[in-house]
């Protein structure tokens, strides 16, 4: 019986990998047939890229939540000796050094060593500062284009965001206000989601925003929308998240951690540019209808 998990042909031919970036690329293409213990390890790879380049196999092995054979196995499916040889990838790429994890009392703990609360904001700021860069540097035009088409397309913009997302979600529905478009957030307020997707048309699109582990209420809106024949734009950490699976457009947004706390400042101005670029869209279309 043929093993499931044998190297693919294109992958044999292709390892070793010139870098991160093309041994992900042969991830993101094979990742379907995947089992579900490597389609966690996938993911886990294309969203922690940095973390991949310093954690060991145990470590990588736990955050995924399988055993430290499957990441060897993982590898070896993609035509690496093992898991070094994919650490060995990421440590060349690897831009910056990430926090530990831990507990919310733990990482607050972690700070009394910090200097003052003064070296504490500007490691705050610091690190906020390189995933903006990292988004400047990694951001698509045609991916950041066709979600502004998508949205200025859609009849009615609908917004779900939850958890950590919270507070993007709260954003847009402030700025999308501004415009013309319908909008409809399903803040989850009494969980009345279900009854408010009802008003939900075929067409309509809905903003997703949701980060590993993934909010399975945002998770449910969505597959709830889509079976509605709603066009779904994610704001995510990555292209094999469940919420990338089920999108028409995707955009990334990769915040990093100082002191184990995660930002939003990245996904923040992704959405303030996806709110100016629909803005500026539709004020083309209106002086188009109306010249002069």
Same mark, same amino acid.
Do not use: M, N
């Given at each position: 019986m043929k093993n499931r998990n044998s190297i693919p042909m294109a992958a044999a031919t292709q390892a070793p990998y010139a870098d991160a970036d093309a041994?992900?690329?042969?991830?993101r293409a094979g990742y379907e047939p995947l089992s579900r213990q490597l389609k966690a390890i996938a993911r886990h790879v294309e969203a922690q890229r940095d973390r991949l380049a310093l954690d060991g196999i145990q470590d990588t092995a736990r955050q995924c939540e399988v055993q430290?054979?499957?990441v060897v196995r993982f590898a070896k499916h993609f035509g690496l000796a093992g898991y070094s040889e994919m650490q060995a990838l990421f440590r060349a790429?690897?831009?910056r050094q990430l926090a530990p994890e831990g507990g919310y009392q733990q990482r607050v703990r972690a700070l009394a060593g910090a200097g003052s609360p003064a070296q504490i904001a500007h490691e705050?700021?610091?690190?906020?500062? +390189?995933? !903006?860069?990292?988004?400047? *540097?990694?951001?698509?035009?045609?991916?950041?284009d066709a979600a502004v088409d998508l949205m200025a397309q859609a009849p009615a913009l609908w917004l779900v965001a939850s958890r950590r997302a919270f507070p993007v979600g +709260?954003? !847009?529905?402030?700025?999308? *206000?501004?415009?013309?478009?319908?909008?409809?957030?399903?803040h989850g307020l009494g969980h009345m989601q279900e009854g408010q997707l009802r008003a939900l048309a075929a067409g309509d699109v809905l903003v997703a925003v949701s980060f590993a582990p993934y909010a399975r209420e945002t998770l449910d809106v969505v597959e709830a929308a889509a079976a509605r024949g709603a066009r779904v734009l994610a704001l995510t950490d990555s292209r094999l998240s469940p919420l990338a699976q089920r999108?028409?457009?995707?955009?990334l947004a990769q915040d990093g951690a100082t002191f184990g706390f995660r930002s939003l400042t990245s996904t923040l101005c992704l959405a303030q540019s996806l709110f100016l670029g629909l803005a500026w869209r539709m004020e083309l279309a209106y002086k188009g209808q109306h010249p002069g």
């Open positions: 041994f992900l690329a042969d991830v430290p054979s499957a790429g690897a831009a705050v700021i610091g690190g906020s500062i +390189a995933s !903006l860069q990292a988004l400047q *540097q990694a951001l698509p035009e045609g991916d950041f +709260a954003y !847009l529905a402030y700025a999308l *206000q501004h415009t013309e478009k319908p909008v409809h957030w399903l999108a028409h457009a995707v955009l």
